[in-house]
């Protein structure tokens, strides 16, 4: 079996993005719990409540953070383990995922606060990270052509 030595911080980062996407979520129920607005009608009726038209401004910005979430992470999850795929360092794995996952929930957290221009500042930093992932992969490739 091949052996892969950043796998282990990419199996961190990926339970540490799962965690934090699991707290958006548990985040977003009680939200909508504590506001009693639901869309869907079961939703209204396990909670008692009539179904309304829209909900909070709170649960539809946990909502802007989910699907953020789905759009961006995928791009970090392929990349980084494409990086251990070509037997990537793990002193540089550490470095980049870990930043790159520090960045998602910092990021996650000013979103949910709607505090610009740092949501702007922490989106193009975990892009900058991704495109340092990519020049990895590149740099590695090379090694192990040469």
Request: charged share 15%; glycine share 4%.
């Amino acid at each position: 079996m091949p052996y892969y030595p950043a796998l282990s911080i990419f199996v961190l980062s990926l339970l540490a993005l799962f965690v934090k996407a699991s707290i958006t979520s548990v985040i977003q129920i009680i939200s909508r719990f504590r506001s009693r607005r639901f869309l869907l009608p079961e939703d209204a009726a396990l909670a008692r409540a009539t179904p309304v038209a829209s909900e909070s401004a709170f649960v539809q910005r946990c909502a802007n953070v989910w699907r953020n979430d789905v759009e961006n992470l995928p791009f970090f999850l392929m990349l980084a383990l494409s990086y251990v795929l070509v037997g990537g360092e793990p002193d540089t794995a550490s470095r980049l995922f870990g930043s790159y996952v520090l960045i998602r929930y910092a990021h996650t957290i000013v979103y949910l606060r709607g505090l610009q221009p740092w949501r702007a500042i922490l989106y193009l930093s975990g892009m900058a990270v991704c495109w340092m992932i990519v020049a990895a992969i590149v740099f590695r490739m090379i090694k192990i052509a040469g």
